[in-house]
């Protein structure tokens, strides 16, 4: 009998998708094929209403008053990328961000401190991965022109308090940047009550969309604040030689990737139908039957907090004696579990765990369609793994 193989590197992409987003990139493909905003035939025009409905169903799902202010991106990197670099333009400036971040925050950093020598203050965390938004407020100074906040980290689930970073942040007048690529898809957000001025996430994680699909939402007022990184075609306005002002194309030049966005579009369908209280509630109960089931495990370690409401399904985990990518791969060889080994892009969170010097964790990550069953699965196999049954 083949193993059932059980997908545990939601965190990376959400896998499988709803059928609903196969059909409509199928749907797309065989009968629109064509690009949006240039041209008036019909399969154009048809082309613009998936990007429309796209826009107006993230809005929706976010409580985002205008659906214009959403840009689709290709990535969370793409759109972190752009907040980032669009909002730092001056030399010498001071940034704030978190030792939870993820690469797609630390190397835009890094590189603007090779090129304009800004200063980077990297808030620290506990040994569950939580930071103190009070040490945020300590760290501001006169020059800091930007805070930069990974919302759930891809390392050990930890959430951020978003809202009280936000405020403070609001209060000194200082651009708030979250990146949601974890949370986003998992739990309900709202941008009309969260002070979050940009957010970015992907389409291919928990908005069920295939990879090459993210956005970028940018609160009214910021866009003008934020320098587009690519100029280019829009289909508006061609008349001038400058990228036009308007939102969303701004920040939106050449041909979007419409097959993506119509796998997008069909996720969110399915993410609305099924709510997303609902989906962050079922999450919970996974959450609590993987810490109940790992809590007694001789020589597990099971990184992040233990609160499921200061957590999102994304679990670190060592076994003594095994390194990481051992550990993976007995995890898929023997028991046909599908994880992901290694630091997970996100250095310094590993150095925040303890986890650095040996080569990180092996992380399982949850997605809307795992069954109780996987996680007891998950669970009882690094239960025989520490026990040193399944020792290879
Ligand atoms: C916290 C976090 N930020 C950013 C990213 C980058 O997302 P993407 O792969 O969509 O560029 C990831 C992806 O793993 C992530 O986990």
Known sequence: MTQQRRYFDNAATSFPKPPAVHLAMLRYARTIGASAGRGAYREA????????????????????????????????????????????????????????????????????????????????????????????????GPRTRLIVVVHGSNVCGSLQDIAAMGAIAREHQIPFVVDAAQTVGHLPLDMQELPVDVLAFPGHKALLGPLGTGALYIRSGMETRIRPLKEGGTGSRSEIPLQPEMMPDRFESGSHNLIGIAGLLAGLTYLRRRGLAAIRARETELINIFL??????????????????????????????YEPAELAAILEDRFGLLTRPGLHC??????????????????????????????????EALRQIAAGRAAP
């Open 45 to 140: 025009l048809a082309a613009e209403d998936i990007i429309r409905q796209t826009r107006r169903g993230l809005a929706e799902l976010l409580n985002i008053p205008d659906p214009e202010n959403v840009i689709m991106t290709f990535n969370c990197t793409d759109g972190l990328s752009l907040a980032i670099k669009g909002l730092l333009t001056e030399p010498a400036s001071h940034v704030i961000t978190t030792r939870m971040d993820h690469n797609s925050v630390l190397r835009p950093l890094g590189a603007l401190r090779e090129q304009l020598d800004i200063e980077i203050s990297y808030l620290a965390a506990d040994g569950q991965g939580l930071t103190d938004p009070e040490d945020l407020r300590r760290s501001i």
């Open 292 to 321: 109940e089931q790992t809590a007694d495990v001789a020589g597990l370690t099971v990184y992040g907090p233990r609160r499921p409401a200061e957590r999102v399904g994304v679990f670190s985990v060592s076994i003594a004696g």
């Open 346 to 379: 996100a250095p310094f969170a590993h150095e925040t765990l303890g986890t650095l010097g040996r080569g990180g964790t092996v992380r399982f990550s949850f997605g809307c369609f795992l069954s109780e069953d996987d996680v007891v699965f998950a669970a």
